[in-house]
């Protein structure tokens, strides 16, 4: 046996272990997703938050004792065909790639089942690989969870505070100082609107154009009341 031929077998192997790694890698997310009609899962924000000793709060609540204006809210200011698509939105995300110039300049397109499945398994920001990721399993996430349950584990993981808080119980502690099942419509909207950012963004201390924004989500939030029928019957 020549030195370079067992170079080369050793080459093999180690290539071959990297492909079955990353195999498994993408594979995982599959696997534990249908877990997840039972098991309260956790965020890769909060994974990573604990393993660099950053501070985590998070109680999870069910659905049931959330306030409903609270879901209705978030559904219609962020994915208002949530009840009739099938994870993912093509209107919005044709339009959402027809305004960008490149996929790092896309705004709006996602989903509830899409920003489930990157905050569940992948990671923030911007590119065609982590789209490329994120598509495939928001379609998967759709097929074997109900659209209530989807909605229950993205209101539970999503981060809502700039300190650590996951969740919405925990936002609106931080936020209002109450249970999440105790806010009302205003709350509701002022909760969502600091959904893309709660570290810019404070449903704590809102300036002047974030309760405008608010104000304009409330509305529409009021004129969705289908939404809670939606997320009852599923």
């Known amino acids: 046996m020549t030195s370079s031929g067992s170079a080369r077998r050793t080459a093999f192997r180690v290539i071959r272990a990297l492909i079955l790694a990353i195999l498994a890698l993408l594979l995982l997310p599959y696997l534990l997703t249908p877990l997840y009609r039972l098991v309260n899962p956790v965020s890769t924000l909060m994974l990573a938050r604990w393993a660099t000793g950053h501070r985590v709060e998070r109680s999870t609540v069910p ?3 959330i306030a409903p204006v609270l879901p209705r ?13 099938r994870g993912v939105d093509l209107v919005e995300l044709r339009e959402a790639f027809e305004e960008a110039d490149d996929v790092s300049e896309m705004r709006g397109g996602s989903t509830i089942a899409q920003q489930t499945a990157k905050n569940l398994f992948l990671w923030s ?6 789209k490329g990721l994120e598509l495939p399993l928001a379609l998967w996430i759709d097929l074997v969870l109900p ?3 989807i909605m229950e584990i993205y209101l539970n993981i999503a981060e809502w505070g700039p300190n650590g808080e996951f969740g919405v119980e925990a936002g609106a502690r931080y936020a209002f100082n109450k249970p999440s099942a105790q806010v009302t419509p205003g709350e509701a909207a002022l909760l969502t609107v600091v959904l893309p950012n709660p570290k810019r963004r404070s ?7 974030l309760r405008r924004i608010a104000g304009v989500v409330q509305t529409r939030a009021s004129r969705a009341p289908w939404i809670d029928a939606c997320l009852r019957r599923s």
Do not use: N, Y
């Open 147 to 149: 659209k209530r349950r």
């Open 125 to 130: 920001g911007r590119s065609f690989i982590r």
């Open 203 to 209: 449903a704590r201390m809102p300036r002047p154009s």
């Open 63 to 65: 659905l049931e004792r």
């Open 73 to 85: 809210t978030v559904l219609a200011s962020e994915d208002a065909r949530f009840c009739s698509h």
